[in-house]
């Protein structure tokens, strides 16, 4: 079973939707990343979170500990937010650099 | 903004041949990591890096890899004797603490063995 669960994995949607991307994760954890790739292969990271939510211009990173849930919001998408999105765990065991990698959403937004 | 930096960005190689990936990871940074994807899979980790050594390892980083700090700035990841199977591309990151203050992944090295 993956220890990380993304849904869904393939995304479409129209320019100026609202859209949610879900991670689900089942081992203790000390942070989550939300991370982008681009067609090109390169990663960028979004953001990190521990608890809360998180904002950065359209995107929006919540945090749900107690029910091991993640979502990333983007809002007012644009077809630059085409991309992978993937969510990555750190376990929360002393001194774990193993970071967990879902297998990412495929989101495509159309002009 | 500072990058972590990855050379080369493509390598074609042949079955057999040593390998050595490099990366300029974020200078005040102090933690360092190797990752891989292989095509259409999702990315996994390979070896973390701290204190001029190594402080987790995954069961994909066995004998034929070996990480290095040769100096101040380079962080380098070698694979002795290449297997097809070795094709992926593999990121570079770097970060203050563990976790804490957010990593930074390099744009990637794809690795053809052939």
């Known amino acids: 079973k993956n220890e990380v669960e993304q849904s869904p994995q393939n995304l479409t949607a129209q320019e100026g939707e609202f859209i949610t991307i879900n991670c689900s994760y089942s081992?203790?954890?000390?942070?989550l990343h939300w991370l982008q790739q681009h067609p090109g292969g390169g990663i960028v990271s979004l953001f990190m979170l521990s608890s809360g939510k998180k904002k950065h211009g359209r995107l929006i990173a919540t945090i749900n500990i107690q029910e091991k849930h993640s979502s990333l919001h983007i809002t007012a998408s644009h077809p630059r937010d085409s991309a992978v999105y993937i969510c990555?765990?750190?376990?929360?065991?002393?001194?774990?650099?193993?970071?967990?990698f879902g297998a990412g959403t495929r989101l495509t937004v159309k002009p | 903004e500072p990058e972590v930096t990855q050379t080369p960005s493509h390598q074609v190689t042949q079955m057999g041949q040593e390998v050595i990936l490099r990366c300029v990871p974020i200078s005040n940074h102090l933690y360092f990591y190797w990752y891989r994807q292989i095509l259409g899979q999702k990315v996994e980790f390979l070896v973390s890096f701290y204190n001029n050594e190594i402080s987790e390892k995954s069961e994909i980083f066995d004998d034929q890899f070996s990480v290095e700090r040769p100096d101040g700035s380079n962080f380098t990841l070698k694979i002795r004797s290449t297997k097809l199977e070795d094709s992926a591309m593999y990121f570079c990151?770097?970060?203050?603490?563990?976790?804490?203050?957010?990593?930074?992944f390099g744009s990637g090295t794809r690795l053809t063995v052939v």
């Open positions: 990555a765990v750190l376990p929360g065991w002393y001194n774990n650099n193993d970071m967990r």
């Open positions: 990151a770097s970060s203050d603490h563990r976790g804490v203050g957010g990593y930074t």
């Open positions: 081992v203790g954890i000390s942070a």
